[in-house]
């Protein structure tokens, strides 16, 4: 692989942002750009003052001085807008991850990316990401089968982005968790048919608004398409100070199994995780893909990609000849 360091910058400095730069720090290979942000850049101060701190809308100025942009804003506001109008001048990785609407946001950004000739993978993470390639796997190898995924327990930052945008909602997480009775079908290997409402079941910790109405504000939760109207859900209503002590913490996980068959012989594949941060995670899963973006950019390639397209090997900073010697 060639000797370049790959200049990335990140769009957007919340959780997935710090976490990036956090990545950034370990990857010798890779060095950090710049942030951008909506913010007054004078108000933010990193733990590496040498990485400039830029404005998110004057972005376009910089593109001769970033290799790989990481799209760190949210999917139900930011991404839809960002991804589309940056991917117009950088190469690109983002998590965009509301699944229904996966195949439009792929389109937008994959017109944007072609017409200025980028490259941008989308839906990059644990899943969408690690958790989809695991379910092409299954289904693949596995013809004859069901494939289960099971999140959680654990905070959805996508889901709690969406409740805090909420009109009355002053902070909130919410909590994704596997009912116990449809894990213990599957893993006994059933394969039983469940619906979205039998897999999980949404819980929201919500701190209002001072005068907020609170009915309004758990009508409009439960019944938030792609979000919240499927499941479940259940809506507590805390004070500050409980969110900051008991929810302060970011963990989250699940599983994926296929259970099928080859002949006569029952077969299962399963890959779990377990993190005790599920930005810190997913933002070491961004920065990957990111050196995987541009090694595929200057092979050429332009256009929309999801993690189904990515060679492995791309994700890591060992050449080919030093995987196949150490790894295979």
Known sequence: MASHTIRVGIAGYGNLGRGALAALARCPDMRPAGVFTRRDPASLHLADPAVPVLPLDQAE???????????????KNDLPAQGPDLARWFTTV???????????????????????????????GWDPGLFSIQRLMGEAILPTGTTYTFWGKGLSQGHSDAIR??????????????????????RAGEQPSLSTREKHRRECHVVLEPGADARAVEQAIITMPDYFADYDTTVHFIDEATLVQEHAGMPHGGFVIRSGQTVAERQTMEFSLKLDSNPAFTSSVLV??????????????????TVFDVAPGL???????????ALL
């Not at 910089?62 to 999917?75: A, N, P």
């Not at 991850?97 to 990316?113: G, L, N, S």
């Not at 072609?114 to 941008?120: C, V």
């Open 94 to 124: 983002d998590s965009y991850d509301t699944h229904a609407r996966i195949p439009q946001y792929f389109k937008a950004v994959d017109a944007a990316a072609r017409e200025h000739g980028n490259l941008s993978i989308i839906a990059v």
């Open 288 to 305: 990957a893909y990111a050196r995987a973006a541009w090694r595929m950019k200057t092979a050429g390639e332009t256009g929309a990609r």
């Open 315 to 325: 994700l890591s900073p060992q050449s080919p000849e030093a995987l196949r010697a």
């Open 165 to 186: 945008r909420v009109p009355g909602v002053r902070a909130g997480v919410q909590y994704t968790i596997p009912v116990p009775e449809a894990v213990e079908r599957v």
């Open 61 to 75: 100025a910089y593109r001769d001085q970033i290799d790989v942009m990481i799209l760190c804003g949210g999917s």
